[in-house]
C-alpha cells in the first residue's frame, strides 16, 4: 500500500504523519489489493481539514472532515471512511453487479453536496468510437482508455493512459496525456496533446472525423478534486475536465440536479 500525505497551508510534522499513518492501516482489512491513499491536509481559519482518497480491488473512495485540530480530524475521515467502505463492501456483496461508485456528502460553503465518482469502462476505444459513443449517449464530454489501433504498436496503453472528449462552444476537443508523460510519471497539461475535431460525418456506420492537433493545451487545469468542486459550484459551466493532481489522472466533473459526479479512470 502506497500512502502520501502532504500538507497545505500546514507543515505535516513527523508525529502527525506516523498518527496519520497508524490510523490509515485500519481501513488495509476492507480490501484484498490496497493500491494507494491520498491525504491532503489543510488549515482554512479555526478549521483543520483532512480529505482522503482511496484506490483499492477497482474503486476510488472519497471523504473530507474538519475539526478543530488535525487529530481529531484524522480520527473522524478514518472513521467516515470505514464505514462508507463497509457501506459499499455490503452493497456489492447483495447484488452481483453494481456500478463502480463512490458516495460522500461534502460540506461546501455550509450545504451538504452530494459528491458521487464513477469509473469508466476500461475497455479500450480509439477516438473515433469514443466520440460515437459519446453522440449516440447524447452526452456531451466522454472519458476513456485510449486503444492502440496498432497491435504491434509499443506503446501500451493498456493501464493509465485516458483521454476525454468534450463539447467546446460549437465544436469538439479531444485531449490525451502524452504517453511519454504517463511513463515518466510527470504531467504538465500545457503539453498535453489537444485536437479540434473535425465532424464531417458521425454516422456511426462511416464515420468521418479529423483530429486536428494544437499547439498547445489551453483548456485543462491541474487541480484537486476540491477546487474542481469549487470551480463548477461557481456557476457558468454544467462540466469541467480538468487533470487531478491528487490521483494523477484525467477526470470530469459535472453537475446532475443538486449533486455532482466525477468520471474517473478505472486503474
Known amino acids: 500500500m502506497n500512502i502520501t500525505i502532504t500538507g497545505r497551508n500546514f507543515e505535516v510534522t513527523s508525529d502527525v504523519r506516523e498518527y496519520a499513518e497508524k490510523r490509515i492501516k485500519k481501513i488495509e482489512k476492507y480490501f484484498n489489493q490496497l493500491i494507494e491513499v491520498l491525504v491532503v491536509m489543510n488549515v482554512q481559519k479555526l ?131 502524452p504517453f511519454a508523460q504517463v511513463q515518466e510519471a510527470r504531467f504538465d497539461p500545457k503539453s498535453f496533446m489537444e485536437c479540434d475535431l473535425d465532424v464531417q460525418s458521425d454516422s456511426p456506420a462511416k464515420p468521418k472525423v479529423k483530429f486536428r492537433p494544437k499547439d498547445c493545451c489551453t483548456d485543462i487545469e491541474k487541480i484537486s478534486l476540491m477546487d474542481a468542486l469549487q470551480k463548477l459550484s461557481g456557476g457558468g459551466r454544467e462540466f469541467l475536465p480538468f487533470f487531478n493532481s491528487e490521483t494523477k489522472s484525467l477526470n470530469v466533473m459535472y453537475k446532475k440536479g443538486r449533486r455532482f459526479e466525477v468520471m474517473v479512470p478505472a486503474f
Open 47 to 177: 478549521d483543520h481539514i483532512v480529505d482522503i482518497l482511496v484506490n483499492g480491488d477497482g474503486v476510488q473512495f472519497y471523504a473530507i472532515q474538519k475539526a478543530g485540530d488535525m487529530y481529531s480530524s484524522i480520527d473522524l475521515i478514518i472513521d467516515k471512511m470505514e464505514k462508507q467502505i463497509s457501506r459499499y463492501k455490503d452493497r456489492q456483496s447483495d447484488r452481483k453487479a453494481v456500478t463502480h461508485e463512490m458516495i460522500e456528502k461534502i460540506d461546501l460553503e455550509n450545504q451538504g453536496v452530494d459528491l458521487h465518482l464513477y469509473q469508466v469502462s476500461n475497455k479500450p476505444k480509439t477516438d473515433v468510437e469514443a466520440f460515437l459513443e459519446m453522440k449516440l449517449e447524447n452526452r456531451e464530454f466522454i472519458l476513456f482508455k485510449k486503444g492502440v489501433p496498432d497491435v504491434k504498436s509499443d506503446l501500451d496503453y493498456a493501464n493509465k493512459n485516458y483521454a476525454v472528449i468534450y463539447k467546446s462552444g460549437d465544436g469538439f476537443k479531444m485531449v490525451e496525456v
